[in-house]
């Protein structure tokens, strides 16, 4: 069974920073691209960040030289780096595994909150 866990969420306040983690399981992982997105309330879900098998990454604008995703084969996780935190960057972090685009599993999420 395919299981994808997030940890790291939690409260921080303004320009604060957290790391995301996310460790999959039951997947062949080194053929995954790996994504996070977010949702806020009252909000669609949006793509944060990607990277790709390659490594190659991609971040929404908003999160530009601010987060930083990244994956560690060995452990089967992607990480995501938050750094200079801002209350907009509220929402329920998600994780994401695509292969072939038609295969794509996820996680349950794991809650950001920027407050001070």
């Known amino acids: 069974q395919v299981r994808l866990v997030e940890s790291g969420g939690g409260l921080v306040q303004p320009g604060g920073s957290l790391r995301l983690s996310c460790v999959a399981s039951?997947?062949?992982?080194?053929?995954?691209?790996l994504a996070w997105y977010r949702q806020a309330p009252q909000k669609e879900r949006e793509l944060v960040a990607r990277i790709a098998t390659s490594g190659t990454t991609n971040y929404v604008d908003s999160v530009k030289g601010r987060f930083s995703i990244s994956r560690d084969n060995a452990k089967n996780t992607v990480y995501l780096q938050m750094n200079s935190l801002r209350p907009e960057d509220t929402a329920v972090y998600s994780c994401n595994a695509r292969r072939l685009v038609l295969t794509s599993y996820w996680g349950l999420g794991t809650q950001v909150t920027v407050s001070s």
């Open positions: 039951g997947i062949g992982f080194n053929l995954y691209e």
